[in-house]
């Protein structure tokens, strides 16, 4: 059995959420190339699963599982993340540019998101990324690292993965610390950077969940009387939404959902609207 719906693939290259990363209905870390014959190969740019499928006649052949390097999930940041962590730069340049150009809020001194001019992706492209620091919620320890290739023109990079989480790291639990908060400060949380960037505007310290799974698990943070939620407007922001607010209401904190225009797939789509950058 194919672990994924053959019948919605179109011939040529696919990109799914990958079954083995299990990281929510958003992924398309998982390339899917159909032949015109009706051959499938598939592979993971993110933890290296892959596999392939003969005809409709033929069985499937047997998916590789994922290897322990690519699945087990290391302390803390490999040296190669570290380096890259530490040798990038403050945001200007292409960066600069390219959250100006998506009408979002430029993230002050000791903010985890950062920029280099040469960032390396696997596909062996170079070019400027956003470089982002995650942090475990509760302690805030580094234990990953999330990179984004950008264009000045406020456009990704034009990759088939242009925005990349460290492999064999540990991403549950993880979020981008976009502005330092004091204790007794409201938070303001959203799946992805560029939505949160779009919430600092309400002038509320901003992070990125990273996807809709940790923004649903965001536990309970001491010294936060408030917590402001962007909603993406789809199912999976919904709920994972409806879960946080659930658990934070519970815990007798206040809660407040912003959702963007109606059409509008998050708070930044509504965001480069008023600012006339669409």
């Not at 409709?56 to 803390?76: D, F, I, L, Y």
């Not at 990038?88 to 000791?110: D, M, N, T």
């Not at 956003?130 to 990079?157: C, F, M, N, Y």
Request: glycine share 10%; net charge positive; hydrophobic share 40%.
């Amino acid at each position: 059995m194919l672990p994924f719906n053959a019948a919605t693939l179109r011939t040529g290259e696919n990109r799914l959420p990958c079954p083995q990363c299990d990281r929510g209905p958003k992924d398309k870390a998982l390339s899917v190339r159909v032949e015109d014959d009706g051959r499938m190969v598939w592979t993971c740019h993110r933890c290296g699963w892959s596999g392939a499928a003969g005809r409709e006649t033929q069985p499937a052949a047997p998916a590789r599982p994922p290897s322990k390097a690519a699945t087990k999930h290391r302390a803390g940041l490999a040296p190669w993340a570290d380096r890259e962590w530490a040798t990038a730069q403050p945001i200007h340049g292409a960066a600069l540019a390219y959250l100006k150009a998506r009408a979002c809020c430029i993230p002050p001194e000791g903010s985890h998101l950062r920029y280099n001019p040469s960032l390396h992706h696997p596909s062996g492209y170079t070019g400027p990324g956003l470089v982002a620091l995650v942090t475990d919620a509760r302690t805030g320890q580094p234990i990953s690292l999330h990179r984004t290739w950008v264009r000045a023109d406020g456009e990704k990079a034009p990759l088939e993965a242009p925005r990349l989480l460290a492999a064999g790291h540990r991403k549950a639990g993880g979020v981008i610390r976009l502005w330092p908060r004091q204790s007794g400060q409201p938070l303001g949380i959203a799946e992805g950077i560029e939505t949160a960037l779009s919430l600092a505007h309400a002038d509320v310290a901003a992070w990125a969940a990273i996807d809709a799974g940790n923004l649903a698990a965001l536990p309970v943070l001491p010294g936060v009387p408030e917590l402001l939620i962007a909603v993406d407007a789809d199912p999976a922001g919904e709920a994972a939404a409806a879960e946080c607010s659930s658990r934070w209401l519970a815990a007798g904190r206040r809660v407040r959902l912003v959702r963007p225009d109606a059409g509008d797939n998050d708070l930044n789509d509504t965001a480069q609207k008023y600012a006339g950058h669409e």
